[in-house]
């Protein structure tokens, strides 16, 4: 069992940075692939990076790819989502989840609560 809490969110301007963390709970955390996600209003969920149990491979969505950095800490059991030249269409609520490895909700067992970044034009 893992439980999961993320903060870090809030409001920023376009072209600001913030850095999102996902905090774990549960010895087999570092077990785990760890995604984070986002949701717009109005939209689906979708993909935005994901970190492998090692950290040593990471994968992002096009979107995103050259301005998010994804990152994980295994003996602080915390993930990280350096999110730089934010945009708008950034705004979303972020999850972080762990799981195996995939693009794709139904891949991910544990999800957080999320937390909410606003980028403002």
């Known amino acids: 069992q893992v439980q999961l809490v993320e903060s870090g969110g809030g409001l920023v301007q376009a072209g600001g940075s913030l850095r999102l963390s996902c905090a774990a709970s549960g010895r087999t955390f570092s077990r785990y692939v760890i995604g984070w996600f986002r949701q717009a209003p109005g939209k689906e969920r979708e993909f935005v990076a994901a970190?492998?149990?090692?950290?040593?491979?990471?994968y992002y969505a096009d979107s995103v790819k050259g301005r998010f950095t994804i990152s994980r800490d295994n003996a602080k059991n915390t993930v990280y989502l350096q999110m730089n030249s934010l945009k708008p269409e950034d705004t979303a609520v972020y999850y972080c989840?762990?799981?195996?490895?995939?693009?794709?909700?139904?891949?991910?067992?544990?999800w957080g609560q999320g937390t909410q970044v606003t980028v403002s034009s």
């Open positions: 989840a762990a799981g195996d490895f995939g693009v794709r909700d139904e891949k991910y067992d544990y």
């Open positions: 970190v492998s149990w090692s950290g040593g491979s990471t």
